[in-house]
């Protein structure tokens, strides 16, 4: 088996993931878009279209679901992963080298998400400063990433 066809595989599941994760917690509405979500996800090798909306499938799910903030961490790092390989370059000889490159932006989803789940852990109630520590995760992670996407546009 090739490495482009395990990669392929391997977004396909990912992206199946991150739809259907948020499904255990979400109301019956959202079933038939978490089916519209696959959908995307399968005809994501033709469509380019197809990752942007299977993650707001996902993403309208969460927002409806009773999920706790653990889950919804981890359906955060599923949507990074799952669009980062997405973003993989079709004919790459070598999509293992390629990946590698995109550790930078994984890495700094893990930040965001450890700080905010850190955040949580200390003090239960909401409050503005949660939303301050997320906010400022969600900056870091952009500004650590933003070298590796500025790398990636075209000249």
């Known amino acids: 088996m090739t490495a482009m066809r395990l990669v392929n595989i391997a977004t396909v599941a990912l992206?199946?993931?991150?739809?259907?994760?948020?499904?255990a917690w979400a109301p019956s509405w959202t079933y038939p878009l978490a089916g519209l979500g696959g959908l995307a996800v399968l005809a994501a090798a033709r469509?380019?279209?197809?990752?942007?909306l299977a993650v707001t499938a996902?993403?309208?799910?969460?927002?409806?679901?009773?999920?706790?903030?653990?889950?919804?961490a981890a359906e955060g790092l599923f949507i990074l992963g799952y669009l980062l390989v997405a973003g993989l370059p079709a004919g790459l000889p070598r999509p293992g080298?390629?990946?590698?490159?995109?550790?930078?932006?994984l890495v700094a989803g893990l930040i965001?998400?450890?700080?905010?789940l850190?955040?949580?852990?200390?003090?239960q109630a909401s409050t503005?400063?949660?939303t301050v520590a997320g906010l400022a995760a969600a900056v870091a992670a952009y500004l650590?990433?933003?070298?590796?996407?500025?790398?990636?546009?075209?000249?």
């Open 58 to 72: 996902a993403i309208i799910s969460c927002a409806a679901s009773a999920a706790g903030i653990a889950v919804l």
């Open 118 to 123: 850190a955040a949580f852990a200390v003090q």
């Open 47 to 52: 469509w380019r279209r197809g990752p942007a």
């Open 128 to 130: 503005a400063w949660l």
């Open 15 to 23: 992206g199946l993931l991150t739809v259907a994760w948020p499904v």
């Open 112 to 116: 965001a998400a450890g700080a905010v």
């Open 97 to 105: 080298r390629w990946l590698r490159g995109q550790l930078p932006l």
């Open 144 to 155: 650590i990433a933003r070298p590796v996407l500025r790398r990636r546009e075209p000249p």
